[in-house]
């Protein structure tokens, strides 16, 4: 089972509130990725990082921002809610050592409400 | 056109049955392919891995890469209830980036 956690599970919030969703990993991997997947729909990558201090955004345009400070933690951050970023938020990482098989892991999810 | 195609379904089968689910792609450059399995409300969870052409088995489960069709499969045998989610196919390069392109998921119900 993967180590990794995010939380909250689920949140519901008023238009213009600023909201951060925390993601952390415990398996010591450099890689992190945050994708956001509507429902019946594929995951699209949003952000991705290999490394602290390192971020890069994904496929897919977000207002979104991550930050990077520890290995361990990989938090986005919407500084103001719209209805139109109601969806799923879905963390992953995966190792990037030797012989490292490019797995990503990922944790539960939280499921975004904006009202 | 997308670099993997999947078809969402969804597919609905009885309990027992022999599961097959596939995925196409476009881009030759990919090595690693991987299938996750998706439970409603969850994070996808790895299921089976392959690297490069081959057959790979776990249990009920095999995986096929056909390098040269583009074509990978997920056969589920002696399918369950329990097996009832939404099936992600997911491939990478070897080389840059390595970032994971998904297949947009089948959903599957297995019916007692």
Known sequence: EADIYQTPRYLVIGTGKKITLECSQTMGHDKMYWYQQDPGMELHLIHYSYGVNSTEKGDLSSESTVSRIRTEHFPLTLESARPSHTSQYLCASSDSGPGAKNIQYFGAGTRLSVL | ?112
Do not use: H
């Open chain 2, 1 to 112: 056109q997308k670099e993997v195609e999947q078809d969402p379904g969804p597919l609905s089968v009885p309990e027992g049955a022999i599961v097959s689910l596939n995925c196409t792609y476009s881009n030759s450059a990919f090595q690693y392919f991987m299938w996750y399995r998706q439970y409603s409300r969850k994070g996808p969870e790895l299921l089976m891995y392959t690297y490069s052409s081959g057959n790979k088995e776990d249990g009920r489960f095999t995986a096929q890469v056909d390098k040269s069709s583009k074509y990978i499969s997920l056969f589920i045998r002696d399918s369950q209830p329990s097996d009832s989610a939404t099936y992600l196919c997911a491939m990478s390069r070897i080389q840059g980036a390595q970032k994971l392109v998904f297949g947009q998921g089948t959903r599957l119900t297995i019916n007692p």
